[in-house]
T-cell receptor, first 116, second 115 residues
Framework: AQSVTQLDSHVSVSEGTPVLLRCNYS??????LFWYVQHPNKGLQLLLKYTSAATLVKGINGFEAEFKKSETSFHLTKPSAHMSDAAEYFC??????????????FGAGTRLAVHP | GAGVSQSPSNKVTEKGKDVELRCDPISGHTALYWYRQSLGQGLEFLIYFQGNSAPDKSGLPSDRFSAERTGGSVSTLTIQRTQQEDSAVYLC?????????????FGPGTRLTVL
């Protein structure tokens, strides 16, 4: 079975400093991996996805993530945090179920706080 | 174009009552998913619809939960005899197809509170 572990439940950074949100996955095959963001009282929005193309994936709002198979990691980074980045971030792995469809397995989430 | 919409946005009900939650997927999306987001369990898959195929109900937590998708579009999630542990945000998502290459677009959710 597939699973996702987000190593930090809370991360706090100062505006303008780098962001690192850590994610490790467990998968018996080459997975599809995603990062979603959830702003307060808003729906989940896809930040980026890895689907076996380039291992370094660029997403929206300056975020990127690197797929490292040897480390089973898919950490999310951003060079310079903005106040508007404060939100909850979910690392997600797809789990092709027996019917072959794309069931998403979510990590527990990391709440990012950005301070002035 | 319009995104995934859900109604109501908030629902407060008494223990033991039945509730219906509605999801309008993006037009043309054949795949529809329901998820639940709660403090204790995080985000968990509930049920999946694809076209006219039989839905995968493997994520439904009990037989009090059921869902329908009429005409391949609108879906209704029904919870019978609600319990306090059913309190959560219920999220609906749709996608063009069911491949992992197809992004799932999420609605804003319905916050259910069972008193």
């Amino acid at each position: 079975a597939q699973s996702v572990t987000q190593l930090d439940s809370h991360v706090s950074v100062s505006e303008g400093t780098p962001v690192l949100l850590r994610c490790n996955y467990s998968s018996s095959y080459s997975p599809s991996l995603f990062w979603y963001v959830q702003h307060p009282n808003k729906g989940l929005q896809l930040l980026l996805k890895y689907t076996s193309a380039a291992t370094l994936v660029k997403g929206i709002n300056g975020f990127e993530a690197e797929f490292k198979k040897s480390e089973t990691s898919f950490h999310l980074t951003k060079p310079s945090a903005h106040m508007s980045d404060a939100a909850e971030y979910f690392c997600v792995v797809s789990d092709p179920a027996s019917g072959g469809y794309n069931k998403l397995i979510f990590g527990a989430g990391t709440r990012l706080a950005v301070h002035p | 174009g319009a995104g995934v919409s859900q109604s109501p946005s908030n629902k407060v009900t008494e223990k033991g009552k039945d509730v219906e939650l509605r999801c309008d997927p993006i037009s043309g999306h054949t795949a529809l998913y329901w998820y639940r987001q709660s403090l204790g369990q995080g985000l968990e898959f509930l049920i999946y619809f694809q076209g006219n195929s039989a839905p995968d109900k493997s994520g439904l937590p009990s037989d009090r939960f059921s869902a329908e998708r009429t005409g391949g579009s609108v879906s209704t999630l029904t919870i019978q005899r609600t319990q306090q542990e059913d309190s959560a945000v219920y999220l609906c998502a749709s996608s063009r197809g069911d491949s992992s290459y197809n992004e799932q677009f999420f609605g804003p959710g319905t916050r259910l509170t069972v008193l």
